[in-house]
């Protein structure tokens, strides 16, 4: 598939080479692929975990859950007795997370919140130290918003899906009239997070776009 973010020689290279991973984790994607759930491409998930590696995190908030495969992924890389909080609105999405946090005995550290992001934020208690957003594109400004609220100092808040297929990158007025309120409240969300002074971030091209912003102390 045509990412337009990257050339497919180069992403197909990338997928190539990452080390792929077995048992449950891979069950996922093929069950993602299988039934057209958006989950986390290979080289975010690359570039997600080894961020993860580093930080260590003890909370982790996701935005968008859908059937739990980042959230179990992400787990692998908790500190100690560490939890993450993670939010959906699909109830079809819902049981199966439910079923595949269960089926990976996560059940203990990976709490789902049932419902709207813009409902459920405001009634959780940070900081984090980790955020990942990966829901609604059309809202990332509000769900960034909340996240800097919640972020630990330190902290690290990660956002996927930041270039919409290429589309964020393109003028205003050659994509699709339809398509033109996300193109506006992404590059909004993305000016104000590259050059909100207390924090240092970064725009990446790969999978459809990640942006990752580090909350200075
Ligand atoms: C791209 S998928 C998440 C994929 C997941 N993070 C992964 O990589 O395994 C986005 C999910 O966010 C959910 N979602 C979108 N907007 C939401 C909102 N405002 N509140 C809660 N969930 C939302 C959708 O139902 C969908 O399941």
């Not at 993860?52 to 996701?62: A, F, G, N």
């Amino acid at each position: 598939m045509n990412s337009n973010i990257t050339h497919d020689y180069i992403r197909e290279f990338l997928w190539e080479m990452e080390p792929k991973d077995e048992g449950l984790i891979r069950e996922l994607e093929v069950e993602a692929e299988e039934t057209d759930v958006p989950i986390i491409p290979l080289e975010v998930k690359s570039f997600l975990t080894t961020v993860l590696e580093i930080k260590r995190p003890k909370r982790i908030l996701e935005i968008g859950t859908a059937i739990g495969y980042s959230a179990i992924v992400m787990s692998q890389y908790l500190a100690d007795s560490g939890k993450i909080d993670t939010i959906e609105r699909n109830p079809k999405m819902l049981v199966r997370a439910e079923e595949n946090i269960k089926k990976a005995g996560r059940e203990q550290c990976i709490r789902i919140h049932e419902g709207s992001a813009e409902d459920i934020l405001p009634q959780l208690e940070g900081p984090y130290d980790f955020i990942f957003i990966d829901a609604a594109k059309g809202q990332y400004h509000l769900f960034f918003e909340y996240s800097k609220k919640l972020i630990a100092e330190q902290g690290i808040i990660m956002a996927d899906n930041v270039l919409h297929k290429g589309m964020v990158a393109k003028n205003r007025y050659s994509i699709p009239r339809r398509q033109r309120t996300i193109h506006k409240r992404m590059r909004n969300f993305l000016w104000d997070m590259l050059y909100d002074e207390d924090y240092k971030s970064s725009l990446l091209p790969i999978g459809d776009g990640v942006a990752i912003c580090y909350k200075k102390s």
